[in-house]
């Protein structure tokens, strides 16, 4: 069973540059079945998906996102990484890495999420 | 606001039926499967139903899905105080080019 556990600082300041790395366990992030994925979630509120990246690089990003964004894979490490730049308290939010299969738009792995707060 | 609609609350007594809606446009619901979520209080969303109707391993057939023009429907029958949580539906737009979800709807067991 594929696991998978996202890690990186819980706090931020205002326009630095948000970075969460995903380790994956269980499974091969090189299996080429899955794109991986960043979710995040607000708190109260609901999910918005950040974006994918498969095991050759190639990369689909939120387009309100896209111009601060950039996922990145290490198959090396078994891990994928977020880097989010000029962040705002808008992007506090608990950031979640998930797995979507590659024949579907849905997410059946999901790690436990981790909260990110930007604040001064 | 998001792009797909669902009622922010529901609710249901012990072992009744609920349905939970999802709606949305030919550009999204229209034109692509349906996801459907549920998610715990404190937890990591979970898989319940994918392309439209179908139920991952482990998924109790009280759950079930339906798609129907751009609406999607969840279904939960027999209804357990352990079904309280917060339920989203999902799927792929294609003029946003990004997955999107509901707003979340929120189940009350009473």
């Known amino acids: 069973q594929v696991q998978l556990q996202e890690s990186g600082p819980g706090l931020v300041k205002p326009s630095q540059t948000l970075s969460l790395t995903c380790t994956v366990s269980g499974g091969s992030i090189s299996s080429g079945n899955y794109y991986w994925s960043w979710i995040r979630q607000p708190a109260g509120k609901g999910l918005e998906w950040i974006g994918r990246?498969?095991?050759?690089?190639?990369?689909d990003y939120n387009p309100s996102l896209k111009s601060r964004l950039t996922i990145s894979v290490d198959t090396s490490k078994n891990q994928f990484s977020l880097r989010l730049s000029s962040v705002t308290a808008a992007d506090t939010a608990v950031y979640y890495c998930?797995?979507?299969?590659?024949?579907?738009?849905?997410?059946?792995?999901w790690g436990q999420g981790t909260l990110v707060t930007v604040s001064s | 606001q998001s792009v797909l609609t669902q009622p922010p609350s529901v609710s249901a007594a012990p072992g009744q039926k609920v349905t939970i809606s999802c709606s949305g446009s030919s550009s999204n619901i229209g034109n692509n499967y349906v996801s459907w979520y549920q998610q715990l209080p404190g937890t990591a969303p979970k898989l319940l139903l994918y392309?439209?109707?179908k139920r991952p391993s482990g998924i109790p057939d009280r759950f079930s899905g339906s798609k129907s023009g751009t609406s999607a429907t969840l279904g939960i029958t027999g209804l357990q105080t352990g079904d309280e949580a917060d339920y989203y539906c999902?799927?792929?737009?294609?003029?946003?080019?990004?997955?999107?979800f509901g707003g979340g709807t929120k189940l009350t067991v009473l």
């Open positions: 999902g799927t792929w737009d294609s003029s946003l080019t990004a997955v999107i």
């Open positions: 990246i498969y095991t050759s690089g190639i990369t």
């Open positions: 392309d439209n109707n």
């Open positions: 998930a797995l979507q299969p590659i024949r579907g738009y849905y997410f059946d792995y």
